[in-house]
């Protein structure tokens, strides 16, 4: 573990493989952090207060794995041109790796992917938000699951897929997964959530999915996987064109309102 008492600055890289037993882990845990595309840069200028480079964690996690943490910080920094929240953690450069270690962004804030997170190994990917769990950039896994913790709501506006097999557990927290894109998600992989709310845009699930409360204002709904709501599903708006079966359980509701088709 790294930690500053108001800023962090990280350039060194931990190496925690063990061929003989289990890896193990590198938490930094600055006030807010900006993950930056360096193309890969390995020489100064060195990444200033509370930044980390991408090429950075590409490299840490074919070491071990490896955990980003704003949780229960007193810092509030900014960055040069750019207005992040307090504690948030915002990835604005790509992060690549194959390897079996993994991931996780634990935000006392807002986690704000705004760049591709791809691992071609068997490493999982963990998103954790006090506030929200901001998704615009596509997330693909080679073997690993994708957990999805928000206190407030994990919003998916980019399109998610993982290996034949793969599930995305968005139940943590409030287990609220919104889609109000203006274009469309395709969930390729098991998807189990609290709450889905549909507002915009289109969400193919081509993995069986499972929710308790599907509530529908607008949008598209389309894939080829089984989509089952155990509660009630609110359907006021938008399109229900899925090619497989949309259950409600024996127990739950369906609502029919407004332009629903």
């Known amino acids: 573990e790294v930690s500053g008492k108001q800023d962090l600055y990280i350039t060194g890289h931990a190496d925690l493989r063990a061929p003989n037993g289990e890896g193990g882990s590198f938490l930094l845990d600055p006030g807010s952090i900006l993950v930056y595309e360096d193309s890969g840069a390995m020489t100064p200028p060195f990444?200033?207060?509370?930044?980390?480079?991408?090429s950075f964690i590409n490299n840490q996690l074919t070491l071990g794995n490896f955990t980003l943490?704003?949780?229960g910080s007193v810092d509030?920094?900014?960055f040069p041109g750019i207005t992040p929240q307090p504690w948030d953690i915002t990835v604005d450069g790509d992060i690549t790796w194959n390897s079996p270690y993994s991931l996780t962004l634990?935000?006392?804030?807002?986690?704000?992917?705004?760049?591709?997170?791809?691992?071609?190994?068997?490493g999982s990917l963990e998103l954790s938000a006090a506030g929200n769990n901001n998704i615009d950039k596509a997330i693909s896994l080679g073997g690993g699951g994708l957990k999805l913790i928000a206190g407030g709501v994990n919003y998916i506006n980019a399109d998610i897929?993982?290996?034949p097999g793969g599930s995305i557990d968005a139940t943590g927290g409030?287990?609220?997964?919104t889609f109000s894109s203006g274009g469309s998600s395709i969930i390729d992989a098991q998807f189990n959530a609290n709450t889905i709310n549909m507002v915009s845009g289109g969400a193919v699930f081509n993995g069986n999915t499972t929710t308790n409360n599907l509530n529908q204002t607008g949008g598209y709904l389309l894939g080829s996987g089984a989509l089952t709501v155990n509660g009630t599903y609110n359907w006021s708006g938008g399109n229900n064109d899925r090619t497989n079966n949309t259950t409600v359980g024996a127990t739950g509701q369906l609502l029919i309102t407004g332009n629903a088709s």
Do not use: E, H, R
């Open 47 to 54: 990444p200033g207060a509370n930044q980390v480079g991408n």
């Open 69 to 71: 943490d704003t949780s």
């Open 76 to 78: 509030t920094p900014g």
């Open 106 to 122: 634990n935000a006392d804030n807002n986690n704000n992917i705004n760049a591709q997170i791809t691992n071609f190994g068997l």
């Open 161 to 163: 897929s993982l290996a």
């Open 174 to 177: 409030s287990g609220i997964a």
